[in-house]
């Protein structure tokens, strides 16, 4: 039963990630006028940087499922190995332009304190993501994943947070800053949960600590 329900959650939270993507993208080869206030004029004013940002996240937020469901749906000989690359590869394109993006962020210096931080911690998981891999060691490197698209799909949840606030005809001046924080702190407490922060994370830190991982055989699957 266990199983089933994380199957259907994992299901869902790849949908919604599709979802978003999907639509973001639409809107985006629109132009900024498709986007409602206030976002709109400000797009207009950082418009490359937004197409950057919304077509490297958004592939991004596409690809991650396929690999994370790796374990479970084998790809073909190789092939995570390459999505895993575009992955890093649009997930140093969306630090570099979501960073610019961060400092005019909707909600005032609150909101742009949260986005600057956020693309701080961004960065420091996919170095540690693809250093985990350049070792081969492999269990280390899907708990990074893990928490790197974690943080991803904040986006998700601000989504859900501001469509909240729109229909509770909230003002979103007055939410913005704190639903930009708390939008990735579910990925904070997974990645305390999992030690990455160091030794003070729950009873399975030493069995999953970074220490510890380094000393677990590579799987035969990844052997090559």
């Known amino acids: 039963m266990r199983r089933w329900i994380l199957a259907i959650g994992f299901g869902y939270a790849a949908w919604q990630a599709w979802d978003l993507s999907f639509n973001s993208l639409r809107l985006v080869c629109q132009g900024p006028g498709a986007f409602s ?3 709109g004029p400000k797009y207009a004013l950082e418009w490359p940087w937004v197409v950057g940002h919304a077509w490297s996240a958004c592939l991004l937020l596409s690809l991650g499922p396929l690999l994370l469901a ?8 190789g092939w995570h190995a390459r999505l895993g690359k575009i992955y890093l590869g649009c997930a140093i394109v969306a630090i570099l332009t979501g960073l610019p993006l961060s ?9 742009s304190a949260s986005f600057c931080c956020l693309s701080a911690v961004w960065a420091w998981a996919s170095w540690h993501a693809f250093w985990a891999a350049r070792q081969k060691r492999w269990r280390l490197h899907l708990s990074w994943v893990r928490f790197h698209y974690a943080l991803a799909f904040s986006a998700v949840f ?5 469509g909240i606030a729109a ?3 909230w003002e979103l001046e007055q939410l913005a800053a ?37 000393q677990h ?3 035969p ?4």
Do not use: C
């Open 70 to 77: 790796r374990w479970q749906f084998p790809l073909p000989r």
């Open 167 to 169: 229909h509770l005809d």
């Open 221 to 224: 699957e990844e052997e090559s």
């Open 103 to 111: 400092f005019r962020a909707e909600g005032g210096p609150g909101a």
């Open 37 to 39: 206030p206030p976002f």
């Open 158 to 162: 601000l989504r859900i947070g501001l």
């Open 178 to 214: 704190g639903l930009a924080w708390l939008s990735w702190q579910p990925a904070m407490v997974y990645g305390w949960r999992k030690g990455l922060f160091g030794s003070a994370g729950s009873g399975r830190v030493a069995a999953e600590s970074p220490t510890a991982f380094y």
């Open 217 to 219: 055989k590579l799987p």
